[in-house]
């Protein structure tokens, strides 16, 4: 059945629409999870593609997007929500049945970025917390002024990949001992009069808030479970999309994918060669924005689309 074409959201037009929605090849009977709601702009588009008996399940950590999350429901009995992490979605009993697509737009919405009060931002001032579901686990304040100076220091060089990340964290250590850090920019400042302002293009905290946010949300680990159960919760025939904002996120997806569609190179010493059985195919390599949504949305210059989809294995049927 052909699908017909939908315009994207007027006010904000999320990333990669197109190219997600081409790759999650909706069904209109089908039921998909879509594992970052963040403001549904992408949730919406796949509605618009569902036909009646479809369905959409959706997640989001952050309780104000689960609060847009059940207005949308509120108004379309298609719609399912349920505020955890998609690391967590087979424990939703909606996904036992299966699922005929999923998707992740890994990282913060803008939303959350500008908010001062969430504490994302190194440039609006405000809390130093930085987490997804502020009732859950340590904020970004918790861990600078508890966590120990080898232990600020792996976050920052593993999570932001900061050249700086031993000095940052022996300065943080030594300023937090007269005064702890409550406000992201008495952070932000603290690493500015450390690395100098840089090139004025990107803030010298950049990396460091990255890190600090992935660290206090478990944004790579959650990837890590979120895929492996994206994968079985899929039917065969099922497509993934997953969109990442940093090398770290892609890195995680482009290995998850190659790891399942191809086989490795053969090993001559190998006693016996373990046979390789496919279990996902990649629908094309990384997908990025065009010209046209790079001038429309300069958030999208990092995103990466994979998109993969789920085969039949010993004849399993679709
Ligand atoms: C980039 S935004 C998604 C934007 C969304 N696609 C849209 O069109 O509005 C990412 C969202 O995912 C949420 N999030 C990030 N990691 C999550 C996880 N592991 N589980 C659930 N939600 C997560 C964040 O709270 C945020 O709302």
Do not use: C
């Not at 008996?53 to 989001?60: F, I, P």
């Not at 719609?79 to 955890?84: L, N, S, T």
């Not at 690493?191 to 946010?213: E, M, V, Y």
């Not at 994968?231 to 996120?249: D, N, T, Y």
């Amino acid at each position: 059945m052909a699908i017909a074409p939908i315009a994207p959201p007027s006010q904000h037009v999320p990333v990669l629409w197109s190219p997600v929605l081409a790759g999650l090849a909706v069904k209109p009977e089908g039921t998909y999870l879509d594992g970052t709601f963040g403001r549904g702009g992408h949730a919406r588009g796949v509605l618009a593609q569902l036909g009646p008996d479809g369905r959409l399940l959706v997640m989001d950590k952050d309780p104000e997007a689960i609060a847009e999350a059940h207005a949308l429901a509120a108004g379309d009995a298609r719609v399912r929500v349920r505020q955890a992490s998609f690391a967590t979605l087979e424990a939703w009993s909606e996904t036992a049945d299966g699922l005929d697509g999923v998707l992740f737009d890994l990282g913060v919405s803008s939303p959350q970025l500008d908010a001062a009060a969430r504490g994302f931002s190194f440039r609006n001032d405000g809390p130093l917390d930085m987490r997804m579901d502020p009732t859950q686990g340590m904020s970004a304040a918790d861990f600078v002024n508890t966590a120990d100076e080898a232990e600020i220091a792996r976050v920052l060089w593993v999570h932001g990949e900061e050249r700086q990340s031993r000095r940052i964290a022996k300065a943080i250590v030594a300023r937090r001992a007269e005064r702890p850090f409550e406000r992201t920019g008495d952070l932000a400042d603290a690493i500015a009069k450390l690395l100098g302002r840089g090139d004025g293009r990107t803030h010298p905290a950049t990396r460091s808030f990255q890190a600090i946010r992935i660290h206090v949300n478990a944004e790579l680990d959650d990837l890590i479970v979120g895929l492996e159960a994206a994968e079985r919760a899929l039917k065969v025939g099922g497509r993934l999309a997953v969109i990442s904002f940093h090398s770290l996120e892609d890195r995680i997806t482009k290995q998850f994918i190659s790891q399942r569609a191809k086989a490795p190179p053969s090993n001559r010493r190998a006693v016996v060669e373990v046979a390789f059985t496919p279990r996902l195919r990649a629908i094309g390599g990384a997908i990025t924005a065009d010209e046209a949504e790079l001038a429309a949305n300069p958030r999208a210059r990092s995103a990466v689309l994979r998109v993969a989809e789920k085969l039949a294995i010993d004849g399993a049927g679709a």
